[in-house]
C-alpha cells in the first residue's frame, strides 16, 4: 500500500510543487515539448556531424536551468561535438521519459526519485546535482511572527495533503517543541504567493531562489524557515540532472562530455550571474527579466556552494534522506548508493 500511495503521490506532485517553486510566472509554457537547439543544423562548418542528445526539464525554463542555457549559447556542448535538444516535459514527468530512453537526460528532484529507486527496477541514475543544498523551506510575512517551527501553531498552511511534505512539517515543527496538531492545514495549491500571504494563508512550503525572491519584488518583508537548518536529513538534493542507464553503459564518454560543458555553464552563472541572467532572458525570452536578474543573483552562491566542484553528490547526504523516508514508514527501503553516481563528473 505504502508504494503504491507513493506513486501515485509523486505522480500528482510534480506540477504542484514545481509550481509552488518556480511560480506561474512563464505564462503559456505549459508542459509542451518546446525545442531548444545548440545549432541550426547538426553539422559544422566542416561536415562532421555532431552527436544528438535531448534533455528534458522538470518544469518551465527557470534559474534552475541557468547553466545549460549559457552552455547552449556559449557553444560548450558544439565545442564537445554535440547537438542538445531541450525540452520540457511530458505530463508524466521528465523521468519517465528518461527511463523509457527518449530523453538521454532530464532533470527531477531527489525526493521525487524514491519510488523509482525502491522498486529495483532502477533505469535512471543522478549524475549531477544542480544545486548544492535544499533551497526550500516554510515562508511568511514577518509581521505574522514566524520565526520558528514551533510558530506554525495556530497559523494557516497551505498544504498539498500529501504524506511526505506533512511528515517533514511534523518532524521540524516537534523537534522545535512544537504541537503540529495546532497547525492549521488549508488545502491549497498556491500559484502567487506573495498574493496568498496577504490573504488567507501564513506560511507556505517555496523554493526561495524563484518564489521567495518574488515576494521580495512584491515588497514582502518576510521569514524563511530553510528545512535543512531543521534536520540535516532534509539537506537532500533538488534538483538533480538524471541520466539513462543504458545510454550511461552504451556510450559513458559522451556522457561525461555532455556534464563537462554543463558544468562550464553553471560555473559561468556562478561567478558571472549578471551575464548568465542576461543569457537565459535572451534564450528564453518570455521570461520576467527582473525576476529572472534576482532570482540568478540569489542562487548564483547555491551552484556550487561548499561542494568541490559543481555537480557533485555526497554520499551521506543522499543516504540519509531515503533511509529518513523509511524509518518513517513513507518509503520501501532503499539501499545505501542507490541511485546516484559521480563518475561521470570526472
Known sequence: MINKQIIKMIKKTVTIITTMAIGLCVAGCGASQTEVTSEEGKRDGDGYEKKEITL???????TNHTGIYVALHEGYYEEVGLHVNVIQPPEDG????????????????????????????IKVTAVAAILQHNTSGIISLKEDGITSPKGLEGKNYATWELPVEQAMLKNIVEADGGDFSKVKMIPETVTDEAAALQQNIDAIWVYYAWAGVATELAGLDTNMIYFKDINPAFDYYSPVIIANNDFLKDDPETAKAFLAATRKGYELAASDPSKAADILCEEVPELDKELVAKSQEWIAKEYISDAESWGYIDAERWDAFYAWLYENKLSGEIPAGTGFSNDYLK
Not at 528534458?56 to 527557470?62: A, E, G, I, R, Y
Not at 523509457?100 to 528532484?109: R, Y
Request: proline share 6%; glycine share 8%; net charge negative.
Open 94 to 121: 521528465a523521468t519517465m521519459m528518461v527511463a523509457s530512453g527518449d530523453a538521454e537526460f532530464g532533470i527531477d528532484f531527489q525526493d521525487y526519485l524514491a519510488p523509482v529507486y525502491e522498486s529495483g527496477d
Open 56 to 62: 528534458v526539464l522538470d518544469w518551465t525554463p527557470n
